[in-house]
């Protein structure tokens, strides 16, 4: 990997890793508190078979701890009767304690996902947090943000050099001018604390 000098790399840390953690938590596709093996579902699990419902608590509003405690209760009821009633109130549990976790955030509740589809940089966020360090998390978004704007860069720059000779090239490289400046626009207005640009 090639190693930027520090104030760059500084730099590109402030902006890779507010842009991809803002773009990772803005997408609904990315979302992952509804996943079988995301963080809400996995506190459930281990309330479930502790028999204590307080890990979960924390996952929705104290105005719903009431209700999610009663359906935790009835849950625990029900799981003792068989394997299937056992998997059956599992699964319901899940589904409203996500529910009303994911209603507390103005997102729509869409049914448990499957485990395996958390995107990549949200795992390495969870991983960061229960190894106590951010290391590797940090310089994998900044060798992916070097590597997409290195890319871009070089790009357009090449565009650029062929825009003269005929309409047909000058438009290719209106093209990737568009991509690279969105791009590091975006993220700087991120930065920044803007919202939007002027195109």
């Known amino acids: 990997m090639h190693y930027l000098p520090l104030p760059l790399n500084k730099t590109l840390l402030a902006l890779a890793t507010t842009s991809v953690l803002t773009l990772t938590f803005a997408a609904p596709a990315m979302a992952h508190c509804d996943a079988l093996d995301g963080p809400v579902i996995s506190d459930a699990r281990i309330a ?82 229960e190894d106590g360090k951010i290391d590797v998390f940090l310089a994998r978004i900044v060798e992916k943000f070097e590597q997409s704007a290195r890319s871009a860069f070089e790009a357009t720059l090449a565009a650029k050099q062929q825009a003269g000779n005929d309409p047909e090239r000058g438009r290719e490289f209106v093209d990737h001018y568009v991509h690279y400046v969105h791009y590091l626009e975006d993220v700087h207005n991120v930065i920044a604390g803007n919202t939007g640009h002027g195109h």
């Open 48 to 129: 479930l078979d502790a028999g204590d419902v307080t890990p979960v608590l924390k996952w929705v509003p104290a105005a719903d701890e009431a209700r999610i405690s009663s359906t935790f209760e009835k849950a625990l009821e029900v799981r003792h009767n068989s394997d299937s009633a056992r998997e059956l109130a599992d699964q319901q549990f899940f589904a409203e304690l996500v529910e009303i976790h994911r209603a507390s955030e103005g997102a729509p509740f869409t049914g448990i996902k499957p485990a395996g589809e958390i995107d990549p940089a949200v795992q390495l966020a969870d991983r960061a947090l």
